[in-house]
């Protein structure tokens, strides 16, 4: 029904920048909240941020300031920009898509494989 595919991962130095793409195909993709969730070794999966279809977006406040989310309905792509990278930006990036905000934060209905990001100090 619906497909996500990340892409952008990579290596980058600690104050550096990187900018992550999810790629969501399907017949409702465009209607969907798309959000982002991210999971470092031998810790819990963290939700990052998100983005309405109408463009609405709310942040964790880990990264509130330095993280922004925007979405292209037209390619049915969200991204996630990432300025001022900390090591402890250090995860696997997962998006994620559900109905409406509160769904997607309690239980996404679906997920794309993730991409490794990793920051060095």
């Known amino acids: 029904q619906v497909q996500l595919v990340e892409s952008g991962g990579g290596l980058v130095q600690a104050g550096g920048s990187l900018r992550l793409s999810c790629a969501a195909s399907?017949?409702?993709?465009?209607?969907?909240?798309i959000g982002w969730f991210r999971q470092a070794p031998g810790k819990e999966r963290e939700f990052v941020g998100t983005?309405?279809?109408?463009?609405?977006?709310y942040y964790a406040d880990s990264v509130k300031g330095r993280f922004t989310i925007s979405r292209d309905n037209a390619k049915n792509t969200v991204y996630l920009q990432m300025n001022s990278l900390k090591p402890e930006d250090t995860a696997v990036y997962y998006c994620?898509?559900?109905?409406?905000?509160?769904?997607?934060?309690?239980?996404?209905?679906?997920w794309g494989r993730g991409t490794q990001v990793t920051v060095s100090s």
């Open positions: 994620a898509a559900g109905p409406d905000i509160g769904v997607l934060r309690r239980e996404p209905r679906y």
């Open positions: 983005i309405s279809w109408t463009a609405y977006t």
């Open positions: 399907g017949r409702t993709a465009s209607s969907l909240t």
